[in-house]
């Protein structure tokens, strides 16, 4: 059975847990909410900080979520966010999507939100999310899809950003347009009854322009990602501050708009 062999381009720098702590189930998992039952067992695949997952787990509340991440620091991180709700129904756990320890049919649920687009093999992680599933369960996945992202004022540093980025996260072995793939991933997972839907998000406000740029300028100097454009040789320092430049200058124009959208399946096993 394979293992993880992508490299994880954002890494958890603080700018990149901005972004992830921001996420709950109503923003990032509106297609699967309608579809949980109060006493669901969930699965979480890549929980991050913890935020969707202790959301999910509200509302099972006869039920039991599972939160893993690959990460084993970001994991305690999602432990003592869930402590600090007071969100009892939880486990959490070390793990690869590849190769989940868990038996056969052990969940109702199995969530994946932003993991596929990062991972060496999302086919063999979709049959690991299908195997793990009772019959009659759900696996739900929502990824982003860079090359749709669209933006106004056009600031040409984001075009080489975006340009920047596809090579990056592609060169570390994952795929930044994955949203759109969902569904071929997932009938070659050997899925057959799926539902595909998309949805976005979108920033526009002073505060929401602000935290966008801010977050995006902070990851392009000083994440992971900017250590991996330079030591893979994509790009110079100076290249990166160029484009964190840039962010902050959409970020400042009164009529910016971005939108990110994601494609999401949910999958009847």
Known sequence: MSKETAVYTHGHHESVLRSHSWRTAANSAAYLIGELKPDARVLDIGCGP??????LAALVPDGHVTAVDAAPGIVEQARAYAEGRGQRNMAF???D????DHPDDSFDVVHAHQVLQHVGDPVQALREMRRVTRPGGLVAVRDS????FAWFPEVPSLDAW???YHRVARANGGEPDAGRRLRSWAREAGFTDIASTASTWCFATPEERAWWSGLW???TVASSYAKLAVDGG???EAVLTAIAEGW???GAADDAWFMVPHGEILCRV
């Open 248 to 250: 902050r200058e959409w």
């Open 97 to 100: 999507v590849h190769a989940l």
């Open 234 to 236: 994509h790009a110079t």
């Open 93 to 95: 756990a070390v793990a």
């Open 162 to 164: 975006l340009e920047l």
């Open 217 to 219: 300028a902070d990851r």
């Open 145 to 148: 899809d860079y090359d749709a």
């Open 50 to 55: 913890g935020t969707i997952s202790a959301d």
